[in-house]
């Protein structure tokens, strides 16, 4: 049988409500959508860096970091209420480029593949 840290699954608990606290509760109008990547949570549960992936232009995103940011404090007191730990950790939000640079190598094989046209490829694909 497989053994988690707690830390693991506070992590996981942590994502799940981050994501629903922003969600549902948080009005700060430059807060557009986002979506919770991911969590790094210290193995002593005292501090925990929030990767989060916001989606619009360049300044929505921006706007959106600091919203989110600046609600910290309150997401932190949602967490204590909501979770059921001794110690709710201090959290930093970090900007996640993983899917901005999934989409960029993407597009550029798509762009190769268009490039070389049906008949470059020998397999015919």
Do not use: C
Not at 35 to 56: E, F, K, Q, W
Not at 61 to 80: C, D, E, Q, V, W
Not at 117 to 122: A, E, I, N
Request: glycine share 4%; aromatic share 6%; proline share 5%.
């Amino acid at each position: 049988m497989l053994s988690f840290k707690r830390s693991e699954r506070v992590r996981e608990m942590m994502i799940e409500e981050i994501s629903d606290i922003i969600r549902n509760e948080l009005k700060d109008p430059r807060i557009g959508f986002v979506t919770v990547m991911d969590a790094d949570v210290a193995h002593n549960l005292r501090h925990a860096d929030i990767y989060v992936s916001p989606m619009g232009t360049e300044e929505q995103k921006k706007n959106t970091i600091k919203g989110i940011t600046s609600a910290a404090p309150f997401i932190r007191r949602l967490l204590g209420q909501r979770m059921k730990i001794k110690f709710v950790p201090e959290i930093a939000f970090k900007w996640d480029h993983t899917a901005e640079y999934s989409d960029r190598i993407n597009r550029l094989l798509h762009s190769i593949k268009d490039k070389k046209g049906p008949t470059d490829d020998p397999a015919g694909r």
